[in-house]
């Protein structure tokens, strides 16, 4: 069974920046690709990034991917999402996801374990 816990969500101001991590624990970590989503009030889920076991090959959603970057510590079991200029319509609860083995995937049902989330606010 592998536990995900994120951090590092708050408020911030448009243009601001912040970092989310996600701590995983059980299993192999450097066995799974790691994905984050997110989630607005009254709207679908969607992806934003992903990235494989090693970190060699990553995916940034179209809305995010010049803005937005995905990494991974494989020694201290954890992935990160840096988030630069963000905006208003980056307000959402942000979760991370686990899928053990594969490259890295875009659509949620690949993923079998989730964490709870964090939200960002980011002010106009």
């Known amino acids: 069974q592998v536990q995900l816990v994120e951090s590092g969500g708050g408020l911030v101001q448009a243009g601001g920046s912040l970092r989310l991590s996600c701590a995983a624990s059980?299993?192999?970590?450097?066995?799974?690709?790691l994905g984050w989503f997110r989630q607005a009030p009254g709207k679908d889920r969607e992806f934003v990034a992903s990235?494989?076991?090693?970190?060699?090959?990553?995916y940034l959603g179209d809305s995010v991917k010049d803005r937005f970057t995905i990494a991974r510590d494989n020694a201290k079991n954890t992935v990160y999402l840096q988030m630069n200029s963000l905006k208003p319509e980056d307000t959402a609860v942000y979760s991370c996801a686990a899928v053990i083995g594969g490259a890295y995937y875009t659509k949620a049902h690949f993923y079998d374990y989730w964490g709870q989330g964090t939200q960002v606010t980011v002010s106009s």
């Open positions: 059980g299993g192999t970590f450097s066995s799974y690709a």
């Open positions: 990235i494989n076991g090693s970190g060699g090959m990553k």
